[in-house]
């Protein structure tokens, strides 16, 4: 690290978009790039990191392919060196499992030498004589500060846990977010109860890995869904993670957007099909046994409140086609109620670059978020651009347009009528 450099890009935090960005970067000279992240080391989603648990999106939706099939760290990059691409396609399974994934982004994280893991971004300020940013980090290890400048930044700190509010002042130890699990599960395995609340593929998860102990334990799912229901992942669907579609869901009318997204939830909300055929067959061989102490599971059940008694947790719930309240004794609330974009505080002193609509960033089509675009942003596009902000597959994308757009080129040329279908309907007069 040179501290007098005054860097092309600078960016804070290194999940999987911002790693993205540094492997695809890499292969770019002219660009002097580096990287900070609180975290010790990269490790993603530790919690759920369970064993069986895959990905949403296929192999080839890794840190580059989408962008640079060519790359050097490419997911069947990867398989090689680890030997283990034979094993993968006879294995014939595109979803590669979480475990998998993040022992990929490690493989990457480890070939990259401008990644630096245990510096806390303080503040960001905006340097006028140099014309660039000021970046002050804590090293989280020594607590000493350390000034860098960027002529540009990315911010790719990812998402927050979202914790309902009846939850939020809720101190007790066994009340934790899915995000926790792994970290907890050993504790919730001595308890006698355990309530799971969400329906997504976070609780669908937990539940199908809890459901070999549901003998002894009183397992219960409740979500406020009206089904538990698939992810859709139609190819005509699937025309809608395209850049096609990014075009005509960014140019929406605003007041219109969030309508439009709520409409998709079962195209990123729902849950892995072959997982609900596995949960459903788990039940059916549970349900063969002799005095088996089968599960609950509950729908449209909207969590209203959370009060502790001497000995167990009493969960409210409204239901919601029949108006009922109605309450649940547990010991252990696992709540698998999703993430939350986050603005971070070290950007206050930048606040006045930054363009905002609502308390939300604006969004420019090229993922920046000021008039000159030197700020860029990984993942908090889900207002502006659509429901793939946490797309894995989109990453590469994203970040093509990125540096496509800090280098004033088209580094990276990108398909373009990628659907067969039209979004728009005045689309229709051309055909």
């Not at 369970?50 to 840190?63: G, K, S």
Request: aromatic fraction near 12%; charged fraction near 20%; proline fraction near 4%.
């Amino acid at each position: 690290m040179k501290l007098e450099t005054i860097y092309d890009v600078i960016g804070i935090g290194i999940g999987p978009f911002n790693l993205g960005l540094a492997a695809l970067a890499d292969d770019i000279p002219v660009l002097k790039c580096i990287f900070f992240d609180e975290k010790e080391s990269f490790n993603w989603h530790p919690g759920l990191l369970l064993p069986n648990a895959r990905l949403q999106v296929p192999f080839y939706a890794d840190l580059v392919t989408l962008a640079d099939p060519c790359s050097r760290f490419s997911y069947l990059a990867f398989l090689k060196s680890k030997r283990r691409l034979f094993r993968f396609a006879i294995h014939e399974n595109n979803f590669a499992t979480r475990l998998e994934y993040n022992s990929y982004c490690k493989w990457v994280v480890d070939q990259l030498n401008n990644l630096h893991f245990g510096m806390r971004c303080n503040a960001i300020h905006y340097n006028e004589s140099q014309e660039c940013y000021d970046i002050s980090l804590l090293n989280t290890h020594t607590r000493n500060t350390f000034l860098f400048k960027s002529k540009r930044i990315v911010i790719g700190t990812g998402t927050a846990p979202l914790i309902p509010d009846c939850a939020k002042n809720n101190d007790h130890p066994c009340i934790f977010h899915s995000a926790k699990y792994l970290d907890f599960k050993k504790t919730i395995l001595s308890k006698n109860s355990i309530s799971i609340i969400g329906s997504g593929q976070s609780a669908a998860e937990i539940f199908s890995d809890l459901l070999p102990y549901s003998q002894a334990i009183n397992l219960k799912w409740f979500t406020r869904a009206p089904r538990f229901y698939p992810m859709e992942y139609s190819k005509l669907s699937l025309e809608l993670t395209s850049p096609d579609y990014i075009d005509h869901f960014y140019n929406l009318p605003n007041e219109r957007k969030p309508l439009t997204l709520k409409q998709q939830c079962v195209l990123y909300k729902g849950i892995n099909f072959s997982l609900i055929n596995e949960i459903y067959d788990q039940l059916y061989l549970l349900s063969l046994e002799e005095a088996s102490n089968l599960p609950g599971l509950f729908t449209n059940c909207e969590l209203k409140n959370i009060t502790t008694t001497d000995e167990n947790l009493s969960v409210r719930f409204l239901h919601s086609e029949t108006d009922e309240l109605f309450e649940s004794s547990t010991e252990v609330i696992i709540l698998a109620t999703g993430y939350s974009a986050r603005i971070p505080e070290f950007i206050k002193p930048i606040k006045a670059l930054i363009n905002w609509n609502d308390g939300n960033y604006q969004l420019k089509r090229n993922f920046s978020i000021d008039s000159n675009n030197k700020i860029f942003v990984q993942n908090a596009e889900l207002h502006t651009h659509g429901y793939n902000s946490a797309d894995l597959g989109l990453g590469p994308y994203r970040n093509a347009i990125i540096l496509n757009s800090i280098l004033e080129y088209d580094h990276f040329v990108m398909e373009r009528e990628v659907a067969f279908q039209s979004f728009g309907g005045n689309a229709a007069e051309k055909v």
